[in-house]
């Protein structure tokens, strides 16, 4: 048996040579003991001290002492003591393609600054290249974070070639991707899409399963048009090719009327995701959680950005029966990684609950009566955890691949490290994960149960190679954009 313990412990490299040898071997076995496991699988719960057994891609066993099991007996043994074991977080909504421009607008106003900087100005001028580099990059981001899951909402697939680009990233960054497709908002492109998806999921659907497809479309014609705003034609498209559907820009009373009318037309379902859902009617709201339709967060986005009423829509999901995803959206402006987004949901959301119930004091006080509506319930930190794991890949159409560290599922996880000085003494693991962790903590990260992250660090990457490719697509991007600024063009 190797023990886990310190990244430099000197039996480490060893053992991951070991592990790498046999990567893509249906019969190899990997069995980590002596972690806190943190399944998020209600039936299993959590193991304060327990066993997991991966067996080729998948999770094969969770319980208190699995060494005795015949099919354990050959595994690679890791000592995992001092760590806790949780599913791979799922970002259900990012725009990877601008990885390469992080935080160029940090101090952006609105949703309108955004749009008129990086869609409306560098989008257009952006290569095939450009959207390899971006994607690659952000991937490789979420993947250093502990995300085993991102969709890519890809809206500026202005050729096939671009297309092919950011699939390409996602298939050689090794994460579980789901490529959400969509035309570009402003200037040239071919018009292929939404035909191009079709040779996509011919082109990439197979391979190693990692990679998946989506249609992408806006709510409503008002930002860019009626060609990109989902409708009948577009859903039909996603189910002829059996693929979901995720929308953004869902906020407000012109989306509230879009939502009532896909119910009307039959377009509501588990199959459909509606991303931001953030100051809709209470009327759209009951079509959502009637029709079993999903929701994604972006609370950072949100908040920050400031989208309709700048509030996470976590209480009227929940009012509704929807146990909504998490995703992190724009780079350009916002974190990057999920613990923000957990915190800031956590947080957001019990400050409103604590208000609503301070006000509804100080109204009864007035009064001198109860109130019939009570304030929201607060949200705990299992929730947020929940949110950003199993509903998350139920979210993005995955709820039978991944969300849980449940036998059967893919051996998408990450080991925590629970024993360092942010961390120690290791009281309440979930509570620990999601209020005192951070991507410093996350030693080991597994996806399809080939190891991507090891003692603290990504495997296969390049690092100086990635700095170089990064800078020089953004410093083309700056100089493209300053020369179409100045003759007018692009938009």
Not at 205 to 211: I, N, T
Not at 238 to 246: N, W
Not at 427 to 438: E, Q, S
Not at 459 to 465: E, G, I, K, N, Q
């Amino acid at each position: 048996m190797h023990r886990f313990h310190r990244p430099t412990d000197t039996a480490r490299p060893e053992l991951l040579d070991r592990l790498r040898r046999t990567d893509g071997d249906p019969g190899r076995r990997i069995l980590f003991t002596g972690a806190t496991v943190v399944t998020m699988d209600p039936a299993l719960g959590s193991l304060a001290t327990g066993d997991l057994l991966v067996a080729g891609s998948t999770v094969a066993a969770v319980g208190p002492d699995l060494r005795a099991r015949g099919d354990a007996a050959d595994a690679v043994v890791v000592d995992a003591s001092g760590t806790i074991l949780v599913p791979g977080f799922v970002d259900t909504h990012r725009h990877a393609w601008q990885g390469q421009l992080r935080r160029i607008i940090p101090d952006v106003d609105d949703l309108a600054g955004y749009v008129s900087t990086t869609l409306a100005r560098y989008a257009p001028v952006y290569r095939p290249e450009d959207m390899y580099t971006g994607t690659r990059l952000a991937a490789l981001g979420a993947v250093d974070a502990g995300i085993t899951t991102m969709l890519d909402f890809s809206h500026n697939s202005r050729t096939a070639a671009h297309s092919d680009a950011a699939v390409q990233a996602l298939v050689d960054s090794g994460i579980r991707g789901i490529h959400a497709a969509m035309g570009p908002h402003f200037g040239d492109w071919d018009r292929q899409w939404p035909a191009d998806l079709g040779r996509l999921v011919d082109r990439y659907g197979g391979g190693s399963g990692l990679v998946t497809f989506r249609l992408a479309a806006l709510a409503t014609a008002e930002i860019a048009g009626p060609a990109l705003a989902f409708g009948p034609g577009s859903a039909r498209v996603a189910a002829e090719l059996g693929i979901g559907v995720s929308v953004d820009a869902v906020f407000g009373r012109a989306s509230s009327a879009a939502v009532l009318g896909w119910e009307r037309e039959g377009l509501l379902g588990d199959d459909l995701t509606l991303i931001h859902a953030t100051g809709l009617t209470g009327e759209a709201w009951r079509a959502i959680g009637a029709s079993g339709t999903r929701v994604s967060l972006a609370p950072t986005s949100e908040a920050q950005i400031g989208l309709e009423d700048a509030v996470p829509a976590v209480d009227e999901a929940l009012a509704a029966g929807v146990r909504p995803g998490l995703g992190l959206d724009v780079e350009v402006a916002l974190a990057n990684d999920m613990f923000t987004q957990m915190r800031a949901l956590h947080a957001i959301q019990r400050m409103r609950a604590v208000h609503a119930a301070y006000g509804a004091r100080e109204v009864a006080g007035a009064r001198g009566v109860r109130g019939a509506d009570g304030p929201p319930d607060r949200i705990t930190t299992a929730d947020v955890l929940d949110f950003a794991t199993r509903q998350g890949a139920a979210t993005v159409g995955l709820g039978a691949t991944t969300g849980t560290l449940t036998p059967g599922k893919q051996a998408d996880l990450l080991m925590i490290t629970a024993d360092e000085v942010n961390n120690l003494p290791l009281n309440d693991p979930i509570g620990t994960v999601v209020l005192g962790a951070d991507a410093r903590n996350i030693d080991t990260v597994l996806i399809a149960g080939r190891v991507r992250k090891w003692a603290g660090r990504l495997l296969d990457v390049d690092l100086p190679a990635l700095r170089a490719e990064a800078a020089a697509s953004r410093d083309h991007l700056h100089r493209a954009m300053a020369a179409a600024d100045a003759t007018g063009g692009g938009r």
